[in-house]
Each structure stands twice: as structure tokens, then as C-alpha cells.
């Protein structure tokens, strides 16, 4: 896992780092030394740690007059056991709602794993978004059903054409655009 970097060819669009309204403002990130790990497994450096022990997330971009941002995970998504939900919901998105973002691109392609505690940090995430939304973008099958046998699908837009998108060839705000059309087909908006 060490050598799986996050998505790196937008950095001249948006750097989490060097955005004041970012919830990893001035965090300074090594190239050579690893810290974090997911179990035994070391992670690439570049990786954001949000307290939470299964799961890393990247900020890929944030669009303020937008409103949305994209997030790139990678882990084990371990609300069971460590409350990862709570860690994202707290850490990041809490500070993202705060900041007027309210339409989410999940990038799960690296999420291994979904293991269920309980709904409520997904439905206040819900709540906050109001005339926004959640998408997961390309997570795995075996991960999207764990969600959705959970019902966590509910707060979310997933699956279908968003499991199989090409993210990586669009920039920031092309694929936003393009998740926005599918997302508002769903939900009818």
C-alpha cells in the first residue's frame, strides 16, 4: 500500500495544504518517511490522516463558489470498530460544511473494506447538505453492497455509470460537471 499515492495531477489547480480554508492548511507532508499505517500495512506519505486508524482521505479539490469537493480514500471504511464516519464527519467535513461546500465526490476506488455501526453521522452529513449531495465515485462492488445492505445508500448517489467513471482524464471542474448531470438524473434535480 505504501506505494499507492493519492491522485497528484490537479496540485496546480488546488493543494489542500496551501488553502487557508482547508482542514489540512500548512501540514507539511515528507516524501521519504512513512508514519501512518493501515494495520501493518505502511501508506504513501502524501496520505491525510484524520485520526482515524483504517482510513486516510486525500482533498483533491475544494471550489468554494462551487460548492463541492472531491476526496480521494483509501483504507478499510471501519465504522464498527473505529467510528471512521465520526472522523470524517468531524474532522473534515463539519469544517467543509462551514466553509459553504455542500456537494461531495467520494473517490472509494482504494476503499477495501465497509464494516457497519450505525447510521447517524450519515444522516446529519444529509442534513447539512440540503440542496447538495453525496456521490461515491467508483467504489468497489463488494463495498457499495455493504452500504446499501446497511441502508447507508439512503444518504448517498452511487453505483451505475458513477462505479465505472474515468475520473483521472477529466479536470477538477469537468468531472464535476459531469458527476453534477448524473447526480441530478438520480435525484431529480
Not at 483509501?74 to 469544517?95: A, T, V
Request: include cysteine; proline fraction near 3%.
Amino acid at each position: 500500500m505504501h506505494a499507492i499515492e493519492p491522485f497528484y495531477r490537479w496540485r496546480d489547480e488546488y493543494i489542500a495544504s496551501e488553502d487557508p480554508r482547508s482542514p489540512f492548511f500548512e501540514r507539511i507532508y515528507s516524501e521519504f518517511e512513512f508514519t501512518d499505517a493501515i494495520y501493518d500495512h505502511l501508506i504513501h506519505p502524501q496520505w491525510d490522516n484524520i485520526e482515524s486508524t483504517t482510513l486516510f482521505i486525500k482533498i483533491l479539490m475544494a471550489d468554494y463558489e462551487e460548492g463541492y469537493a472531491i476526496i480521494e480514500l483509501i483504507g478499510e471504511w471501519n465504522d464498527l470498530l473505529y467510528n471512521d464516519i465520526m472522523f470524517l464527519k468531524r474532522n473534515i467535513i463539519d469544517e467543509l460544511v462551514h466553509e459553504g461546500i455542500n456537494k461531495y465526490i467520494l473517490i472509494g476506488e482504494n476503499v477495501l473494506n465497509f464494516h457497519y455501526s450505525d447510521d447517524s453521522y450519515y444522516e446529519e452529513w444529509f442534513e447539512d447538505v440540503e440542496d447538495g449531495w453525496i456521490c461515491f465515485l467508483n467504489f468497489r462492488e463488494h463495498v457499495l453492497h455493504d452500504f446499501a445492505e446497511a441502508n447507508i445508500d439512503y444518504y448517498l448517489v452511487s453505483g451505475g455509470q458513477l462505479n465505472d467513471l474515468s475520473w483521472r482524464t477529466y479536470s477538477p471542474q469537468n468531472l464535476f460537471e459531469k458527476v453534477k448531470g448524473m447526480v441530478q438524473l438520480r435525484i431529480g434535480g
